[in-house]
């Protein structure tokens, strides 16, 4: 063969080396280099490799986050699509090989005599077999390969997405079982109230009935009874809807010994491997929050696309070819000279299309600015997260502590205008007065240990705790080694 028929040979070969794709640069994070509200300091272990189990330590919760990570809907969902995308990718990747078919065919005719040529009825057979492929793109300008990498970042994207999913139900389960804990406390405390409240009203009652109490006192008593009598109603109705809630989540029912009985005491949290752990840097963020890392994906893949657009301009170039053979009998298919061949060679070049090549070529760009924008706002969006919960945890301690006085202040408070009523001294007013601040008091202090606690989720969430088991676990991570 000479030199020359190896040119056209020699020059495709080059040409498919070739890539219009942009080079993927990452674009600045548009945050500062600390987070608002953290104190400084230098975390031994990132927070997102931090066990969940080390986290949540109640076995009851422990158990209800098992169940929701084997049976939550959406979880499954977002696996799924993880699936779906790996062999999306598997069926573009496939279209840089050519696919090679066996075929074969066989026919028969018999033609009567009035229309055959020769005045005489002929019958004919015919077979083939053949092995080729159809309708191959030589990928010259990298085309295919474009489409190939943006459906690989997009089956990433997927993983991250699921990665995501897994860490937001394990906070919505804590958080949710957390919430029925503080609900139950609540209901505890109006049936207590309702209680102690009921007993305080029979006894005016008596007065009343012996003429030592007037009806405005008992009147009064009768007001703090059906106030807590609706908070009862109220919170029962609650803890339902929360365990109704912690279900869904679950996506299986709980038995009774799995839901929560009361929320654990303030030191609790504060001896929580959160309470005081450092949350690292923001560009820690950028290698751990999956949904940061999603957004980055879905930005490569729209880099990818641009590729694959450019490429249109060019000239595209397709092979057709088989090779087999043909005989007009069966049994002499494969003697010799029954060899058949054929080989379509086919070439595309876009002339005039009213520019619906350069739109193409300023939409993809487009979508990649979009996405440029979409990922600069899921870092904004996770330091602010991460500043948030960082601001609420550095004062709910001394909140909680001054809810705590409150509450004591007020019980004595009570205690001491109840024993001024039975005195005489004051009237029935102060005595309710100081019980209605009291109840509040209390109500108050359930919610703000509801609070810190939620907080610790928060921010466990917000670093992108969740994904692991244990502490210790290897952090699994999406990357190019792990491509289908």
């Not at 009825?121 to 053949?130: D, E, F, K, M, R």
């Not at 979009?370 to 948030?388: G, H, L, M």
Request: glycine letters at 6%; hydrophobic letters at 40%.
């Amino acid at each position: 063969m000479s030199r020359f028929a190896l040119a056209p040979l020699t020059l495709a070969v080059f040409l498919a080396g070739c890539s219009l794709m942009p080079v993927y640069e990452q674009p600045a994070a548009p945050v500062p280099t600390t987070f608002s509200g953290d104190t400084g300091g230098t975390a031994t272990t990132p927070v997102a490799e931090i066990g969940w189990r080390n986290v949540f330590t109640d076995p009851s919760l422990q158990r209800v986050i098992e169940m929701s990570l084997a049976n939550n809907r959406d979880l499954r969902v977002a696996v799924l699509n993880i699936e779906k995308a790996r062999a999306t990718y598997r069926v573009q990747d496939a279209s840089l090989f050519p696919s090679i078919k066996a075929s074969g065919s066989g026919s028969g005719a018999r033609t009567p005599a009035d229309l055959s040529t020769t005045g005489q009825t002929t019958v004919s057979h015919s077979y083939s077999a053949s092995l080729g492929f159809s309708s191959y793109e030589l990928d010259l300008f990298g085309r295919v390969r474009s489409l190939s990498a943006q459906a690989l970042e997009q089956f990433f994207s997927t993983a991250e997405a699921r990665r995501s999913t897994q860490i937001s139900l394990v906070a919505e389960v804590a958080t949710a079982y957390l919430t029925m804990a503080a609900d139950q406390d609540q209901l505890k405390l109006a049936q207590e109230t309702l209680a102690s409240q009921s007993n305080t009203y029979k006894l005016n009652q008596r007065s009343f009935d012996l003429g030592s109490a007037s009806a405005l006192t008992l009147r009064q008593a009768q007001t703090s009874v059906e106030t807590a009598r609706v908070d009862v109603e109220k919170y029962t109705a609650q803890v339902a809807q929360d365990r109704n809630a912690l279900v869904l989540l679950v996506g299986a029912d709980l038995p009774d010994d799995l839901l929560p009985k009361a929320l654990p005491d303030g030191a609790t949290a504060a001896a929580n491997p959160l309470a005081s752990i450092p949350p690292g840097l923001p560009s820690d963020l950028l290698q751990r929050r999956p949904d940061i890392l999603e957004a980055e994906r879905d930005l490569k893949a729209a880099n990818a696309n641009i590729g694959a657009a450019r490429a249109a301009f060019y000239p595209s170039i397709s092979l057709t070819a088989s090779a087999g053979s043909s005989s007009a009998s069966l049994s002499g298919m494969f003697k010799g000279g029954s060899g058949s061949w054929s080989f379509s060679p086919q070439i595309s070049l876009p002339i005039f299309d009213g520019g619906a090549n350069q739109a193409n070529l300023d939409i993809a760009k487009t979508e990649r600015d979009i996405y440029v924008a979409q990922y600069e706002k899921a870092i904004q969006t996770a330091f602010r997260e991460v500043s948030d919960a960082l601001a609420a945890r550095n004062t709910l301690g001394r909140q909680l502590a001054a809810q705590q006085a409150l509450v004591d202040a007020t019980s004595e408070s009570y205690r001491l205008s109840d024993a001024r009523f039975k005195r005489g001294v004051d009237s029935y007013l102060s005595v309710l007065d100081a019980q209605r601040s009291l109840y509040s008091a209390q109500q108050n202090l359930i919610s703000t240990r509801l609070s810190r606690f939620t907080n610790l989720v928060t921010f466990y969430k917000t670093l992108g705790g969740g994904w692991v088991e244990t502490t210790g676990t290897p952090v699994a991570t999406v990357s190019a080694a792990s491509q289908p």
